[in-house]
């Protein structure tokens, strides 16, 4: 299970790494992830419209074994973005550390 908003800094950080397809997308969350996170078709979908929507996705169609896919690529505002959520998420994660203890180390 997902926190609320860790879908989408999921999304722009594996888009990061550089252009990617929504397949692809899911299945590198999965894996980046020790198969704890998996993206279904019914979150990943609406979530990449909605990043595009706030101009944090841009995409471009490209070919690839003789079908069309919808690569995803971060804009100037995704990346300020994504470091935006990646402070938060740190900041959040080092009050929860602070109540769990060091008995709850993060790895």
């Known amino acids: 299970k997902l926190f609320s908003g860790t879908l989408e800094m999921l999304i722009l950080e594996v888009i990061s790494a550089g ?34 929507r ?17 690569y995803y690529k971060l804009t100037a505002n995704g990346r300020k973005a994504l470091e935006q959520k990646k402070s938060e998420w ?9 109540i769990l203890g060091d008995s709850y180390g993060m790895a």
Not at 22 to 49: C, K, M, N, T
Not at 54 to 70: F, I, T, V, Y
């Open 19 to 52: 252009p990617s397809y929504g397949y692809e997308i899911a299945q590198r969350v999965i894996g980046q992830s020790g198969e704890r996170f998996e993206l279904r078709e019914g979150s990943l979908y609406p979530a990449l419209h909605r990043l595009q």
């Open 54 to 70: 706030q101009e944090l996705l841009a995409h471009e169609w490209r070919e690839a074994d003789g079908r069309k896919r919808k």
């Open 90 to 98: 740190a900041e959040f994660a080092r009050g929860v550390q602070g």
